[in-house]
């Protein structure tokens, strides 16, 4: 197997309520045991509502938060067990590229400054030698050279994103975590992002891990998908049988919601349900508030991950088969 | 649509800094109509004029921006002729807004109902006790019977598509013809954006409600609007059956839109890119504005602005693509 990213066991959580600034009482969990393989050069799609956990899912992957249990292995080294000092070395390897470029540079620096500092951090070029290269990545990502000189305020959505993706590329990562890279953009912007990435990670051979609530957009770059509701897995597969087979009614509720021109106001498409959540500490499936079809048996035991071959997983006691829909 | 008066009929409607010269209208000779019963959709990028025709039709153009020409008639009233208090009177009356971020739409420091109670006292007046009970069955119809019949509720206690909800109810408080939302569901998760579409198109039947729906998603507008209008850089550039537009637009900018939305599965081919971007109010173009960008563009292109046409032949370009079979 090709050296890449494999999480195993993966879990969040946060302290519920803090008094004094000491957490007090219970925790909350963000992620519940997330295990994942993320191969050299493809790109997993992370797909999820807001509150899933997809974002704490790519923060805690780059040990931005600190996994509670679980194993973070990056060329056989579990980065969850090392230290701030440990992990330096591995740093440069793996970049975040946020969802809104704009809130993430500060906006007293040109453009060439932002892109150039994880130079200066990292790498430890002269001037030249960082000019040059960040001339070099500008053109990469496609941003004209005369805009390094400008502040972020001056430009655009696309642009800034350019300068983003350039800012991420600068340490010569393997792995780029994308937080909804493209959620703030018109649709032409966003298919010129898209490709963009399509092409660096052909060039690059990067890994990706794309995360988004825009299944369009990943079904278009994942090579595999994984679905996350209240941070519990729900189903992972390669993109194309988990689009065109979904096994679990989340999945298949998610694939329901998307605006299908053809099938025009299919109605009761997502059919309000009613059933009540289940009680924090019960232990029935995540979903079974709002699936369509849960049994008893959801109620009362949450569904462990189970295999439908092909590297397929689905969590759910009656998972849906044959295609759920026709495109 | 239906015959005589439509719920919303703009002509000619042209919008432009107030100071300044020898720029580009914001938007330019827009005309439109919207039929009882009937929702029309805004497409466009940012930037394209969509929000601006919005805030003309209520009157409520931020400053620096005036109406430079154009005609505004709303169930059968010209509203820009009218006066300011005139104005104020039938804004949430004759005509309800929805916005994209109801948080932010309302007050933070006031139950829910108790603002719907609000705003039909101001338009209607009568009892507070008959305002609540219309507050009430508001709630009931846009789905929330539970926060109707219990205790009022704070915006900050309700989920993203509760907001949404209460705001759709608040818009039609007053029963108004018309209904613009303005990127109703954009901020909203894709399970609850279906819910709150399937809501609007739901009252759009039942009230025979005018709707004007402004998103930058093409493929929402295709699969809930009656029909659908494209706007590039403050001109309309083509109008069309939503049915057949997805199918077969016609003007290169709405072929463009539609292909580059990734395809759910994948095909497998790589998306389609518009080079260039958007022209600013600065810059002045000839002809028709979007040619610096076509693919398919020719010398009189450059040179004569292409119009919409009559009825029936709605698109705005001298070469346009077949017509849908």
Known sequence: ?327 | MTAGEAALAVSGLTLGLASGHARQPLVEDLSFRIGRGEMLAFVGESGSGKSLTAAAIFGLLPPGIRRMAGAIRVGGTELTALPERALRARRGRDMGLVFQNPLTALSPSLGVQAQIVETYRVHKGGTREAARGRARALLTEVGLSALAAGPDRYPHQLSGGMRQRVMIALALACDPGLLIADEPTTALDTLIQVQIMDLLTRLQRERGLAVLFITHDLRLAARYADRILVLYAGRAVEEGDAASFFIAPRHPYSRALRDAIPPVPADGRRLAEIPGQPPGPQTRIEGCRFAPRCPDVRDDCRRVVPTMGPLGVRVACLHPGAPAP
Request: glycine share 8%; charged share 20%.
């Open chain 1, 1 to 327: 197997m090709s050296a890449g990213l494999r999480i195993e066991h993966l879990s969040v959580e946060y302290a519920a309520r803090r008094r004094l600034g000491r957490p007090q009482g219970d925790t909350h969990k963000v992620l519940t045991d997330i295990g994942f393989t993320l191969l050299a050069g493809e790109t997993l799609g992370i797909v999820g509502e807001s509150g899933s956990g997809k974002t704490t899912l790519g923060h805690a992957v780059l040990r931005m938060t600190p996994p509670s249990s679980g194993r973070i292995l990056w060329d056989s080294v579990d980065l969850a067990a090392l230290d701030d000092r440990g992990l330096r070395p591995y740093r440069p390897h793996m970049q975040l590229v946020f969802q809104d470029p704009y809130e993430a540079m500060n906006p007293r620096m040109s453009i060439g400054c932002v892109i150039a500092e994880p130079l200066i951090l990292a790498c430890g070029l002269t001037r030249r030698a960082r000019r040059i290269r960040v001339a070099q990545l500008a053109s990469q990502v496609g941003l004209d050279e005369s805009l390094l000189t400008r502040y972020p305020r001056e430009l655009s959505g696309g642009q800034r994103q350019r300068a983003a993706l350039a800012r991420a590329l600068a340490t010569k990562p393997r792995l780029l975590v994308l937080d909804e890279p493209t959620s703030g953009l018109d649709v032409s912007l966003q298919a010129r992002i898209l490709n963009l990435l399509r092409d660096l990670q052909a060039e690059k051979g990067l890994s990706y891990l794309f995360i988004s609530h825009d299944l369009a957009a990943v079904s278009y770059i994942a090579q595999r998908t994984l679905v996350l509701f209240r941070g519990h897995m729900m189903e992972q597969g390669p993109t194309d049988a988990l689009i065109r087979r979904p096994a679990h009614p989340y999945t298949a509720a998610l694939l329901a919601a998307l605006p299908v021109p053809a099938e025009r106001k299919a109605a009761n498409s997502a059919a309000e349900v009613t059933r009540l959540p289940p009680d924090p500490g019960s232990r029935a499936c995540v979903y079974y508030a709002g699936c369509a079809t849960a049994q008893p048996r959801c109620r009362t035991e949450a569904p462990i991950a189970t295999t439908l071959g092909d590297d397929h997983l689905v969590a759910c006691h009656y998972p849906l088969h044959g295609a759920a829909r026709d495109f």
